[in-house]
């Protein structure tokens, strides 16, 4: 047990978008889009120098380009269990599209797979039979110190960019220039168009979670960036305590597969000393937003019978984004990461 974070009975996890991982000489989007070799050892630095600092014992990644990579940085740092299951697209050989996600960890991983949408529920949902996630999810289940297999879940979902763009949907509609109040109109429909994709991906894949509940009954860790909030809007139901929601559940059985923010769960609890303001995790311009999250189920609700750990501190490391110092942080990311502490129930 001598290699748990700072005790035996705590377990750190973690989420961090990576912010175009992508090693030179390719490149990401664009063929101009290339870091030098002292961007990248920079990058390179700044992800090792945030593992070492703040031992996370699991961590998911987003925007993941270089696989390999990462995996070398990790396996260096320490986190010698590693699982990928997809792989972005590449053309001309070099650029380099669709980042996936990765997830690090200093303790077995039992088995990783892809998440994929159930074709039927889909069609329910007035989707395509087809739909895939924008990002594949990855769920991979870690043989935890103390707790047992745990299945931990890293996602992306889908960005604010609409489905389609301003000027497209200006020109098949045929909306000329004076029509100001249609393009705002045009614009707004692009951005929900977005906002049905991610919220279909969460839906899908809460439906995935609750399957593979039913089969193993594992605890449940959530963790990635969200690309939107969860206080009400598409994503509201991933954390929904309506049990009018769900018919012919008893609150017991409700709470088995109900996932909630560990930010509240850390907020509700004897450990959370003040009522703070939640840190943001993302910055457009002036304006913070709050998009990475750690979702947990009923083991680590301590009001819970069957709560095997509970949440002792929520850090979100943000300093690289509030006060940033060029040489070390020019090349870090534009998202904080977000980790939690979980204190082992005795």
């Known amino acids: 047990m001598s290699n748990l974070s700072e005790s035996r009975y705590q377990l750190k996890v973690a989420t961090l978008n990576l912010f175009n991982y992508m090693a030179p000489p390719d490149a990401y989007y664009d063929f101009v889009n290339i870091y030098t070799d002292p961007q990248w050892l920079q990058k390179q630095a700044w992800i090792t120098q945030y593992l ?132 705002f109109a045009i614009e707004a429909a692009a951005k929900w168009s977005a906002a049905m994709v991610r919220g279909s991906e969460a839906m899908l894949l809460r439906y995935e979670i609750a399957k593979q509940r039913v089969k193993l009954s594992h605890p449940v860790i959530l963790m990635g960036d969200f690309n939107d909030h969860l206080s009400d809007g598409v994503l509201a139901s991933l954390v929904s305590s309506d049990t009018r929601l769900v018919s012919g559940l008893s609150q017991q059985e409700f709470n088995l597969y109900r996932l909630q923010d560990a930010y509240h769960l850390f907020e509700r609890s004897q450990y959370c000393p003040i009522a703070v303001a939640r840190q943001p995790t993302h910055y457009y311009l002036a304006s913070g937003s709050v998009l990475d999250y750690i979702l947990l189920s009923n083991e680590f609700d301590p009001h819970n019978d069957q709560c095997l750990a509970e949440v002792e501190r929520y850090h979100t490391y943000d300093r690289h984004l509030l006060n940033p110092i060029y040489e070390q942080d020019s090349h870090s990311t534009d998202h904080a990461p977000v980790m939690i502490t979980l204190k082992i129930r005795l």
């Open 52 to 183: 070492q600092k703040h031992t996370p014992d699991v961590i998911g990644f987003q925007e993941v380009f270089s696989i390999d990579a990462l995996q070398r940085l990790v396996n260096d740092a320490g986190y010698p269990f590693f699982a990928v299951v997809d792989a972005p697209l590449v053309t001309d050989g070099f650029i380099y599209r669709s980042p996936v996600v990765a997830l690090a960890s200093k303790f077995p991983i039992l088995a990783f797979k892809p998440v994929q949408p159930d074709p039927q529920l889909a069609t329910m949902m007035g989707l395509q039979a087809d739909f895939s996630f924008s990002r594949k999810p990855l769920m991979a289940t870690i043989d935890m110190p103390n707790l047992g297999a745990c299945d931990c879940y890293v996602v992306h979902f889908k960005s604010k960019r609409g489905q389609f763009d301003v000027e497209q949907g200006v020109d098949t509609l045929g909306v000329s220039t004076q029509q100001v109040g249609q393009h």
